[in-house]
Every structure is written in C-alpha cells, then in structure tokens.
C-alpha cells in the first residue's frame, strides 16, 4: 500500500461518492417529499447515458448531448409521472413496489429494443480526454475530476434551491408534513411533480456524467439504485444534507475498502485466506455501516425535522 495509490483511491472514492449522490438527492426528494418508492428511478439514470450516447451520434457534441438528454430525460420522466406514478401515491409501499420494478423490466428490454444489448460507449469531451498532474509522482484522469467537481457544484446549487427558496420550503415543509401543506391551498400534485422531474434530471445527469467512463449497457441502473436506498437510509429520509454526507461516506468506505482490505487483513492473517476472506468483507462494509448506523441512529445521521 502507497501514499499515493491511497491518494488516487480516495479521489476515486469520492467520484463514485459524487455520483452517488446525484441519483440519491432526487430519490431523497421523491421518498421523503412524496413518500413514494420509485424503484425505477435507476432507470432515468441509464436512460440519461442512452440518451447521451444517441444525442452526441446525431450533433457531435458533448455539451449538446448533455442538454438535450436532460430534457428528454426530463419530458420521459413527467411522461411517466403523470400516466403510472400518479395513479400510485395513494396505493401503499407494498403495490408501488411492484409497479416500479414492473417498469424497470419494461424499460430495460426497451432499451435493448432499441439501442441493442451490446455495450455502448460515449467519448470524453475533447480537452477534458487526459490527465493531470496533482503533484509529483500523482496524475489523475481530468474527467474524473470534472465529475467530482460537478457534483460538488449541484450540492451546492440544491442546497441554495432547498434552503433559500420558496420552492424549498415547500418541499422541506411537504417532506414531512405534506397534509398541511395541502390544506395551506399549496397544489401539492404540482409539487410533487416538479420535485420527480427535477429528480429525474439529476439521475439523468448522473448517468451522463459517468458514460464516458463505464459502458453504457442495459440494466446498469440497478445497482447504482440499491446503493441509492442505502445513501438515504444512512443520511436519513428527506434530508439533503444527509443525502450528500452518507453518499461521500459510502463511496469512501466501499472504494477504500475494495483496495484495501486484503492488505488490511494481511496484517492479521495469512496471505492466501486473506485473498480469499478480503473481497467478501469489502463487499459488505457499506451494508455493516448501515446496520451500525441504523442501530445507534435509527432515523439515519441527520433526518430531516419532524422525522426524527
């Protein structure tokens, strides 16, 4: 283990933390705003990446593709808010649960359809393709960096929209007393719609950003979306602030302990059964932390007020 492999890890920890975060923060909005469990949410994700990848064939153009998948992305999410996920609000967990992952199937042998089942690609941006000196002896791919450094900027952003806007404290005040709201004469169905399409397109630009990286191929969403749930779970249902810690947490613990951990158990153990016990720990932390989380703490590490 080196300083600067546990340098690059740690960057790579926070990336995926990043990017956990952008399809987390639109499902701590759609759970803890509408209480509403949206397994398909991982599928606005891949379809952001489908989306790009069809757009940037057609223009030749990153920025162009980011754009218009973001609005398709959007237009697709509204679509499918206002024909199968409003007809669910007032159903219990248990149906909407059904339903969600009903659309997951539909969608990704849709995606199959029509982009075919083989891996797809999307190219980085053309000066943002190489590398950067972080100092000497560390150099660290550019796009990761931008990934990082976007993510960042929309914490930032929603952070801004959630604490000093109206729209936001509507949403605040309807993640956890929407009833009230309602009664106030707020029109809590347009809420709620504006808070899906806005979560749709942080999925969407989640799964954008991370296209170049990753091929883009058919049910890449579903395990991104389980460690989504478990992003909220830890930080607490309905928090931003939540959302964005345990996310970076996550992403910390799960890379770190990918690389790590054999090494760690060398120290204890011999080599071989280190090689063999190491990866199956590592696997597991992220779900240990929640356990441990959820015991001391069983409305996560900063829920949101009233949920407490």
Do not use: C
């Amino acid at each position: 283990m080196s300083f600067t492999l546990l340098l690059i890890q740690t960057l790579n920890g926070l990336q995926f933390g990043v990017l956990l975060f952008l399809i987390a923060a639109g499902l701590t909005l759609v759970f803890g705003v509408m209480d509403f469990i949206n397994l398909a949410h991982g599928v606005q994700y891949m379809l952001g990446a489908y989306l790009a990848v069809m757009f940037y064939a057609w223009t030749g153009s990153f920025v162009l593709a980011l754009i218009l998948a973001l609005l398709a992305a959007l237009a697709f999410g509204l679509l499918l808010e206002f024909t199968v996920f409003r007809q669910l609000y007032d159903r219990d967990h248990l149906e909407q649960v059904i339903a969600t992952f009903g659309i997951i199937i539909f969608l990704n042998q849709g995606v199959k359809v029509v982009w075919g089942a083989a891996p797809l690609n999307l190219p980085i941006p053309d000066g943002l393709a190489g590398v950067v000196t972080l100092m000497p002896g560390l150099t660290y791919p550019v796009w990761r960096l931008v990934i990082i450094a976007s993510g960042l900027i929309v914490a930032l952003i929603l952070y801004f929209l959630v604490s000093q806007t109206r729209v936001g404290m509507l949403v605040r005040a309807g993640a956890t007393h929407a009833r009230i709201v309602s009664a106030l004469g707020v029109d809590i169905r347009r809420l709620f719609m504006i808070v899906f399409g806005f979560g749709t397109m942080l999925a969407a630009f989640a799964g954008v950003m991370i296209a170049p990286i990753l091929s883009v191929e058919p049910g890449m969403g579903d395990s991104v979306l389980i460690l989504a749930f478990v992003v909220i779970v830890i930080g607490g249902i309905g928090s931003m602030r939540g959302a964005f810690i345990a996310a970076l947490l996550i992403g910390l613990v799960d890379t770190l302990g990918r690389s790590f951990m054999i090494d760690i158990l060398r120290l204890v153990m011999p080599p071989s059964p280190a090689r063999t016990v190491g990866p199956a720990i590592a696997s597991m932390l992220i779900y240990v932390l929640m356990a441990l989380v959820l015991y001391f703490r069983p409305a996560g590490l900063f829920p949101a007020k009233g949920r407490s």
